[in-house]
């Protein structure tokens, strides 16, 4: 995978597992303290804030994969795992991927503040 070593796509995978953590941290603790439509809300809220923090960590310490990369390692592992896991093994249902507030907008939100994180902690050599 782009010539990587198994230790680097761990790490990068490390990042979106710890990602994808707490977004379902704030899903569970929301739901069991307030409404759905609330804890979506915070979700939505949430979800790129931690993959923004996420993104300069990564990409300040490792920085092993481009922007784009990246953004789309994160996602793609956000969406194998909601549907995966969280649709088809703890709701058994696939009604979480109807919701634009709860699914669409957090995945396009996660992918595009994780490449703008990207592109803007990479520092570009000087042109000459």
Do not use: E
Not at 15 to 32: D, E, K, N, S, V
């Amino acid at each position: 995978m782009f010539d990587l070593t198994v230790k680097q796509i761990v790490a990068v995978l490390v990042f979106a597992l710890i990602g994808w953590a707490a977004c379902g941290a704030t899903m569970g603790i929301g739901m069991a303290l307030t409404t759905l439509n609330t804890t979506l809300i915070i979700h939505v809220i949430g979800a790129p804030i931690y993959f923004i923090i996420l993104s300069l960590i990564y990409f300040r310490r490792f920085n092993y994969t481009s922007p784009l990369t990246t953004a789309a390692i994160f996602i793609a592992f956000v969406v194998a795992v909601d549907f995966f896991l969280v649709a088809l093994i703890i709701n058994k249902s696939l009604d979480m991927f109807r919701s634009f507030l709860g699914t669409w907008l957090p995945f396009i939100l996660i992918f595009s503040t994780t490449w703008v994180t990207g592109k803007l902690a990479v520092k570009q050599p000087p042109s000459a």
